[in-house]
């Protein structure tokens, strides 16, 4: 019995994906979120901020979807210099009932402390005047890390991330099949993870697609890595954050913000969304 129930459950959700997908043959609605704003700078290099940054990159991408795929909408969680919190801003994307989810972020390290002599001090010594060294902390935020890398969500929010997709399951199922995502039905859980995993899977898929394009620029593919963060745990769709470069890194922080350098890094992301919606819609 335990075995014929399980075939049923599977059954049913395989049934419920395909129908899903028929009515949704396509990604319609891309939600770009700009990490930070406001009185959150984020990360803060010699003469920038990684919150103006973020913005001004997904601006870009936004535009180049708007251009060359008319037919999809994009969301944005922030336009201006605002702070959103972590939580709206996967709400947006849910109420939205979007179909990707992609944080634009900048990197950074945590920079070097160096103990160095910076004159000398007096002190009394069986009885006697004596100069020793005095020496002081220098911090040098200065690094050499270099390159891009994708995260999509950790396992260890996973259960938020099944949390999320059990409340907002309308946006799966389009308000059909009532019954099906019922939290009282056992099969529900198995339902809900297996959605879980198809959104990792897919959040793999599309972070590949735009680290590998970020490696045709020339810049250094750091891969796609996994982190436990709020703004990709609430998302139910297909989610990536992108840190597109460190910003105390000084070439990396003059190419981030320079026109050509913001607008290659806008293409390698929208050319990773690209490739992703086509691998799909075949």
Known sequence: MRTKAFITLITLFFTYATTFAADNPKVKKIVLDAGHGGDKPGAIGHFSKEKDIALAVTLKVGELIKKNLSERQV?????????????????????????????????????????????????????????????????????????????????????????????????????????????KDPMTAIIIAQYSQAFLTSSVDLGSRIQGNFAKQGRLDRGVKQISVEVLAGCVMPGVLVEIGFINNVEEEKYMNSPQGQTEIAHAIYNGILEYIRAIER
């Open 75 to 183: 969301i944005y969680t922030r336009t201006t210099d605002v702070d959103v919190h972590w939580v709206e801003r996967h709400e947006i994307a849910n109420r939205a009932k979007a179909d990707l989810f992609v944080s634009i972020h900048v990197n950074s390290t945590p920079g070097s402390r160096t103990k160095v002599r910076s004159g000398y001090r007096t002190i009394k010594k069986n009885g006697k005047s004596v100069k020793v060294p005095r020496y002081v902390y220098k911090y040098d935020k200065t690094t050499e890390a270099n390159g891009v890398e994708t995260y999509v969500l950790g396992l260890s929010r996973n259960s938020q991330k099944e949390e999320s997709i059990g409340e907002y399951s309308d946006n799966l199922t389009g308000g059909e099949k009532e019954g099906l995502m019922d939290e």
